[in-house]
Antibody, heavy 117, light 111 residues
């Protein structure tokens, strides 16, 4: 069974940092693009960042310069280093596998990041 | 404000069919046959229902179908069932700089 499990969420003050992790299982992790998608409380989905199989990275304008995505294929893992966090970054962050048609499947259960003083 | 426009809510009775629209531009929906749809039940992670406009992943009921005309994509659910009650999001590839854009989501109520 293909599975993605996120961890690392929590409460952080504005301006602080947090590192999210995602571990994949049941598939050849190194062969897939991987992404982070977030959902603010009561709001819709927002693509945050993606990393390709060769390590190329992509970011939404809302997080560019503050967030860094990375992967460690030997550990079937992907990370999101989040710096200079703002209130607007409060959301559930989902890890998801990218498909050849730009689709996302499957999704992890999500990890909640709360930015508040 | 989301990049793709969806109706906030739709409803239907069991057994009926409903269609959810997803309006984009010629920079996203109209330029690529790379529209996907996601179902999200309350408190759960999204689930892929349709990809590349009209393809169904293994395990997704054939009651779900997708289409596209110009800059607007659509998701049709036939033979509505109570379990279909959920939020639905469309998503389109939008090029290498923006990557993807999502719709604001549509809440489906099964009456």
């Amino acid at each position: 069974e293909v599975q993605l499990v996120e961890s690392g969420g929590g409460l952080v003050q504005p301006g602080g940092s947090l590192r999210l992790s995602c571990v994949g299982s049941g598939f050849t992790f190194r062969s897939y693009d991987m992404h982070w998608v977030r959902q603010a409380p009561g709001k819709g989905l927002e693509w945050v960042s993606g990393i390709g199989t060769p390590g190329d990275t992509y970011y939404s304008d809302s997080v560019k310069g503050r967030f860094t995505i990375s992967r460690e294929n030997s550990k079937n893992s992907m990370y999101l280093q989040m710096n200079s966090l703002r209130d607007g970054d409060t959301a559930v962050y989902y890890c998801t596998r990218g498909g050849s048609g730009g689709e996302f499947d499957p999704w992890g259960q999500g990890t909640l990041v709360t930015v508040s003083s | 404000q989301s990049a793709l426009t969806q109706p906030a809510s739709v409803s239907g009775s069991p057994g009926q069919s409903i269609t959810i629209s997803c309006a984009g531009t010629n920079s996203d929906v109209g330029n690529f046959n790379l529209v996907s749809w996601y179902q999200q039940h309350a408190g759960k992670a999204p689930k892929l229902m349709i990809y590349e406009v009209n393809k169904r992943p293994s395990g997704v009921s054939n009651r779900f179908s997708g289409s596209k005309s110009g800059n607007t994509a659509s998701l049709t659910i036939s033979g509505l069932q109570a379990e279909d009650e959920a939020d639905y999001y469309c998503c389109s590839y939008a090029g290498s700089r923006i990557f993807v854009v999502f719709g604001g989501g549509t809440r489906l109520t099964v009456l």
